[in-house]
């Protein structure tokens, strides 16, 4: 099968929309879903579709944090700095996925394997320290542990 190009990809989400204003952020939305990010021609293309003028697509796309830009990595792994987590050694355990994966929180590895990113609280603070690996929560980490996690994420890419 031929590989669509990015083009055709955000013309295939823009078939099920009308076309109007109050729609430019749900596409923006399943168009990062699609990329992993936002695309630049994506977003004229969205902006085009939705008739508002590209540099208030642009406005929003840089104003809301849920979207990205820059191609991140395909693993995001999220460490809680929450009190909780904090009280149990969270530090030590971001400092241990810091030096694994060679970056900070807000950026992601070369090979956009993994994007690292902290959280306030998970909402598990019974667990605590934990991290989570895109949808998977790991509870009760060690720094040893940290290691397992990551190569578990990476074999499942
Ligand atoms: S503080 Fe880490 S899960 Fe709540």
Redesign the pocket.
Known sequence: METMTAESQVADILKSYRGEAGELIPLLQEVQQKFGYLPEEAIKQVARFVGVPECSAFGVATFYAQFKLVPTGRNVVRV???????VKG?ARILREVQRRLGIKPGESTPDLKYALETV??????A????MVVNSDTHGQITTGKVAEVLERAEAEL
């Open positions: 809680c700095r929450g009190t909780a987590c904090h969270g306030a609280c998970i909402g598990a603070c667990l605590a320290p934990t």
